[in-house]
């Protein structure tokens, strides 16, 4: 089994070699991402920056979120991580993005979202998308946002 710093280290190895650089806007996960990358040596080569966007209004203000997204869909949502992802890419001028949001618990959650749900937005040349993420239940906290962190890893570097 792969550790979180394995991860992220093959990562930050094959950002290098293509030539690709990497940005997050992180809300739920609360700057984990940026943690595991910056933990790489050598990862200011391809790690150029993170947003911690953890309000709706810094969504908006800085990653350029569209409020109508916010409202027809809620924050945790694939259009919000998809578009925060977009607007940190746009942004800070990477060729790939990552985002999160989500419900890191032990509030918040919905019926279709519960606690534990993370919506994992990637920005590529290519385009952009989002995939859900439901944790392992039984997860407090901080378990919960380790996971999605390492799942949006493992997803950018299969898209690598």
Not at 10 to 39: F, H, M, P, W
Not at 44 to 72: H, Q, R, W
Not at 114 to 129: A, K, L, Q
């Amino acid at each position: 089994m792969n550790t979180p710093n394995e991860i992220a280290a093959r990562l930050i190895e094959q950002c290098a070699k293509k030539n690709i650089s990497v940005s997050t806007a992180e809300s739920c996960t609360g700057g984990l991402i940026a943690t595991l990358l910056t933990d790489v040596a050598g990862s200011s080569a391809v790690f150029l920056g993170a947003c911690v966007t953890y309000t709706n209004e810094v969504k908006m203000n800085l990653l350029g979120v569209d409020p109508a997204i916010i409202a027809e869909h809620t924050e945790v949502s694939h259009a919000c991580a998809k578009a925060m992802a977009e607007g940190v890419r746009k942004r800070l001028g990477t060729t790939y993005a990552l985002s999160t949001t989500g419900y890191a618990g032990p509030g918040g959650g919905t019926e279709k979202d519960p606690v534990g749900t993370v919506y994992i937005g990637i920005s590529t040349p290519e385009g952009s998308f989002s995939t859900r993420f439901s944790a392992p239940s039984g997860l407090d906290r901080m378990g919960v946002r380790q996971a999605a962190a390492i799942r949006a890893l493992e997803l950018l570097e299969e898209r690598i």
